[in-house]
């Protein structure tokens, strides 16, 4: 990435990120509201997962708005785990492909943990998927959000099944949760979607010019 940016800024060309705007979203379980969800720390988090969504449905990770929303070094993994998928619609379960052409927003807030000093919290989410021999797996994610210097909040990590599985007698917490997922209204056609060119973040000095992060 280094190379490429010092080559083209000698051929007098500056690199810049795109500006993807989320496609139009379908609530056919209505839009998720409540407390939890109408919170800074529920706003940021689903502001967070559709960001997510986007890039990973448009293979494009450079946006300012997605390392706003989950900061740099997310954005980042985010995109190398995107580039090694290995996406094949031959190969791969309708789940999976469902999670890169359908869904804009599957998760569903049921606890958010906030630190005393208000800086930081987790936000507990029933979401995904995982399909097995014996069913569908209902997962518990948390994410962790953190308020930046400059009153921003940014969901930097998500931690993937913190939790037991919906059909594990010891994990009972998502076991009755109804998701309400967003759609897409215009599905994303998987043969528009290669993950084998993804496009990556620039240089980190690029978003911190911007004043999309600090650091």
Not at 178 to 186: A, D, I, M, R
Request: proline residues 7%.
């Amino acid at each position: 990435m280094g190379a490429l940016l010092s080559a083209l800024l000698l051929a007098g060309c500056s690199p810049s990120a795109s500006d993807l705007e989320p496609p139009d979203i379908v609530w056919p379980g209505g839009i998720p509201s409540g407390p939890l969800e109408d919170s800074e720390w529920g706003q940021a988090y689903r502001n967070a997962e559709i960001q997510l969504s986007t890039a990973q449905a448009f293979g494009d990770f450079s946006d300012p708005d997605l390392i706003a929303a989950v900061g740099y070094d997310y954005a980042d993994t985010a995109a190398w785990a995107s580039s090694i998928a290995e996406f094949d619609i031959a190969s791969e379960s309708q789940e999976s492909i469902d999670s890169y052409t359908a869904f804009a927003s599957k998760g569903v807030i049921i606890d958010i943990l906030e630190q005393p000093d208000g800086q930081s919290a987790e936000v507990l989410v029933c979401g995904g998927w995982n399909s097995t021999a014996t069913g569908v797996r209902t997962l518990l994610y948390a994410w962790t959000l953190t308020r930046e210097a400059n009153g921003s909040i940014t969901a930097g990590y998500q931690i993937g099944d913190v939790g037991h599985y919906e059909d594990d007698p010891g994990g009972p917490r998502c076991r009755h949760e109804v998701s309400q997922p967003g759609l897409w209204v215009e599905p994303f056609d998987p043969k528009d979607i290669d993950l084998k060119n993804i496009k990556e973040p620039l240089p980190r000095e690029y978003y911190i010019d911007l004043g999309v992060i600090s650091e």
